[in-house]
């Protein structure tokens, strides 16, 4: 752990169609004291953990495997959920509506995961 990184606690879903990508969220997250649900790679399991998790956060993925996440995000909206997307095309490539959803850029490092993690939860506590 580096000097002045806060650690947390809570399960966070993650939704992410590279399995590298999922597993260096993995990484960070224990690293950041969360536990991960998940990862889901594919819509139909992300809009299933979305409805069912028992979860804190999630961080998603823009596109799985071409399809938008803009369903996952709503169901996580709708349950009250903070949620952030991990994308390499900035606030840009998100939906108007979701436009000022945190936003995570690719590649990142775990302070930036970090500090993304605790602006989502803190906005949503608002």
Do not use: C
Not at 21 to 42: F, H, K, N, Q, W
Not at 75 to 84: A, D, K, N, V
């Amino acid at each position: 752990m580096t000097e002045g990184t806060e650690t947390h606690s809570g399960r966070v879903l993650v939704v992410e169609d590279e399995m590298m990508i999922s597993m260096l969220l993995e990484d960070m997250l224990g690293e950041l004291g969360y536990e991960t649900v998940g990862p889901a790679s594919r819509l139909e399991s992300a809009l299933d953990m979305a409805r069912d998790a028992d979860v804190q956060a999630a961080i998603l993925d823009v596109n799985l495997h071409g399809r938008p996440t803009w369903p996952v995000a709503e169901i996580l909206r709708e349950r009250g959920i903070p949620f952030m997307f991990a994308t390499g095309y900035g606030a840009e490539g998100l939906a108007e509506r979701y436009r000022s959803a945190p936003v995570l850029s690719k590649p990142f490092l775990r302070d930036e995961l970090g500090r993304a993690m605790s602006s989502a939860i803190a906005a949503q506590s608002r």
